[in-house]
């Protein structure tokens, strides 16, 4: 029985670290994908793009994504602006919560930014 326990304790060590062990490597791939997208950012400033988020924000209305000019952006933050209704409005959000950024064409094609 003691021998089965032991077994157990080991097994169950070994799948701990090596669940830290990945997320150790996931976290650098996650800050080179946000300062990519942050690089991004700025040379949209001024232009149409199509923001993709990872979750919906619902408190800013916004599902899947969202299209519309790129006012501003900083370090934490991103400020769009579009027309809704014969209404321009704008939302800000932070820059951790985008997955993907398209720059829009005039001529409605979608040109996928690095």
């Not at 490597?25 to 690089?39: G, L, N, T, W, Y």
């Not at 769009?80 to 704008?90: D, G, L, P």
Request: aromatic letters at 6%; hydrophobic letters at 40%; glycine letters at 4%.
């Amino acid at each position: 029985m003691t021998t089965f326990l032991l077994f157990v304790v080991i097994g169950l060590l070994v799948y701990i670290i090596s669940n830290l062990e990945k997320q150790k490597k996931e976290k650098p791939a996650d800050e080179k994908k946000q300062a990519s997208i942050k690089q991004t950012l700025v040379r949209c400033k001024g232009r149409f793009c199509e923001i993709t988020v990872k979750e919906p924000l619902a408190s800013v209305d916004i599902m899947n994504q969202i299209k519309g000019i790129l006012i501003d952006s900083d370090d934490e933050w991103v400020l769009i602006s579009y027309s809704k209704r014969k209404k321009t409005v704008q939302k800000l959000f932070r820059i951790s919560l985008i997955c993907d950024i398209k720059e829009l064409s005039a001529h409605g094609e979608d040109e996928v930014l690095p």
